[in-house]
């Protein structure tokens, strides 16, 4: 543990989710595990533009003018040697910006990137690279690293691959009320997932199917979804930790139809499954977490829903293979994704950050 002037900023807190947490009835936070280990002050931001009500263009003009202007204000106060932890970009970028249009450097800013990985933020930040205040990047996967090193060009600007953490104290299948495997596929969650891959799989498919995907983004896809085929369940209703927990024990596989994309589509469902010691199978894109190996710690097949039903057919008749890959995953989960892990690798990160810019901050 080390001693520094840490601010970690973050997007609006739920109340009944802390609550929850308390009462052991939900996962802890990673960051709040970073918090504490660092002995960092916790700032609430104004939320990203998806969780605002409105027209896009309302909605990104309110998230980006309320986080520039906490931003600013942030810059301002900030502590020569102090550090302001950003754990996403739509609250990082702002204070980059404020930073550098103040021309305050004598603080440390370190960014948790989640999205920029499009070919339209990339070319922002490439015209961006030599005038934000960033001190030190963080992704989540080594093709995201690749690609921010290749956008920033040769600015000596660390950056780090930290995964995202998971609560394997709670995700744990010792802690389910499920007892054994009840034999359904089980897949959750809608961003950047093709679910009619699934459906079309599905229909080649003897076993049932339950899919978890309530959110606004599955409500325009089962519009376009004319029929169920009859061995899918949808739950479109609200689904408790505890619940979702038990949902994951009962399961023979979780399947995740994905978009290709750079992003860590998926991760937070991969890695609840792998702690819950379930084996994953998830069709191929380039945002996979490092932790899925094909064959080893999950089963990884193309975006075709022939392909993903071959991979499924294979793997249900097989019992202790799916367990036996479970099992590396679970171990793996235990051993490198945990948050005790996550809160690790981001303290080192920051003292490396500090440690680099002493002769300039002091």
């Known amino acids: 543990m080390f001693h520094t002037d840490l601010t970690i900023l973050v997007g609006p807190e739920d109340g009944q989710r802390l609550k ?23 700032q609430e931001c104004y939320p990203s533009p998806t969780a605002l009500h409105g027209p896009k263009p309302v909605r990104l003009l309110r998230s980006v003018c309320g986080n520039l202007g906490l931003a600013t204000r942030l810059v301002k106060s900030a502590r020569p040697g102090s550090v302001i932890y950003s754990t996403g970009e739509t609250w990082g970028l702002p204070v980059a910006i404020a930073g550098a249009l103040l021309g305050r450097r004598s603080f440390l800013h370190i960014v948790y ?16 690279r030599s005038f934000l205040h960033v001190d030190g990047w963080i992704c989540i996967t080594e093709f995201q690293a690749r690609l921010l090193r290749e956008t920033l060009g040769q600015r000596r ?3 780090s691959v930290i995964p995202q953490g998971v609560d394997t104290t709670f995700f744990a299948p010792c802690q389910a009320r499920e007892e054994g495997t009840s034999g359904y596929l089980l897949s959750i969650g809608a961003e950047m997932r093709d679910y009619s891959v699934l459906l079309d799989a599905a229909r080649s498919l003897n076993t049932e199917v339950i899919v978890k995907a309530s959110s606004t983004w599955m409500s325009g896809t089962r519009q376009r979804v004319t029929s169920l085929p009859p061995n899918v369940k949808l739950i479109t209703e609200h689904v408790s930790y505890p619940e979702l927990r038990d949902l994951y ?7 995740l139809p994905l978009v290709d994309t750079p992003q860590a589509a ?8 792998l702690a819950m010691e379930k084996c994953v199978v998830a069709t191929r894109s380039r945002g996979l977490p490092d932790a899925l190996v094909d064959g080893h710690t999950a089963v990884i097949a193309e975006p075709k829903s022939e392909e ?6 294979s793997l249900l008749p097989q019992p202790e293979t799916a367990r036996h890959i479970g ?20 303290e080192h990160c920051i003292q490396q950050v500090v440690q680099q810019a002493t002769p300039r901050t002091v």
């Open 157 to 159: 600007v660390p950056i």
């Open 308 to 313: 993903l039903a071959k991979a499924i057919s």
């Open 249 to 255: 024990a009962g399961a023979a596989l979780v399947v």
């Open 20 to 42: 929850a947490i308390d009462s052991v009835d939900a996962p802890r936070l990673d960051y709040r595990l970073v918090a504490d280990r660092c002995r960092g002050v916790i």
């Open 113 to 128: 990137v989640h999205r920029v990985y499009s070919r339209l933020w990339l070319q922002m930040l490439r015209w961006l």
């Open 327 to 346: 099992s590396n995953g679970h171990r793996v989960a235990r051993q490198e994704l945990s948050l005790a892990a996550h809160a690790l690798a981001v």
């Open 266 to 273: 998926g991760i937070t469902t991969i890695f609840e499954a």
